[in-house]
């Protein structure tokens, strides 16, 4: 029951991490987009927290190969992590976000909200029972969406500055 409530709590909170993503990248400089990115660390801890608690619940039942791979997703989530703080750093320096530092929140919100697409996609392929070869292009390709979506939003914010 622990396992399945942790499972649960830590998709819910991706899921609300990715569309509070979102709204932050398309949110104008300002206080609601500090809040949007302190808000997506919080979204991104909670996440860590609830992934520890179902990797803890059943570790001793878990293959080695399974606890290296948690392990690997665990430390990525931690760069996740950084990447959202280093978004709000970048809100709350001098110039407040405006002008060239959008796009600096961009590529750190970015590479949380590619990170988490993938997840899903990779997550959606394995529950499917997709074979291996498939989930590893699923993974590749969307990554490659996510950074053609974010290309184009940054494209968007330098067309609005110049």
């Known amino acids: 029951m622990l396992h ?22 398309f949110q104008p400089a300002g206080r609601r987009q500090l809040q949007l990115a302190r808000a997506l660390v919080a979204l991104l801890a909670l996440m860590g927290l609830f992934l520890v608690v179902a990797i803890l619940s059943h570790l001793t039942s878990l293959p080695t190969i ?10 990525l989530l931690l760069y996740m992590i950084y990447r959202a703080v280093q978004a709000v750093n970048v809100l709350t320096g001098p110039s407040g976000g405006q002008g060239d530092d959008q796009l600096k929140v961009v590529d750190h919100a970015g590479f949380v909200l590619i990170s988490l697409f993938d997840g899903f996609a990779i997550v959606s392929a394995l529950d499917v029972g997709a074979p291996g070869w498939l989930v590893a292009i699923i993974a590749v390709g969307a990554v490659v969406v996510g950074i053609l979506a974010l290309n184009a939003r940054k494209t968007a914010l330098k067309m609005q500055t110049a």
């Open 4 to 25: 399945t409530s942790a499972i649960v709590l830590h998709a819910t909170c991706a899921v609300a991490a990715f569309v509070v993503g979102v709204i932050l990248i």
């Open 66 to 75: 399974q606890r290296i791979i948690f392990g690997g997703l665990f430390l």
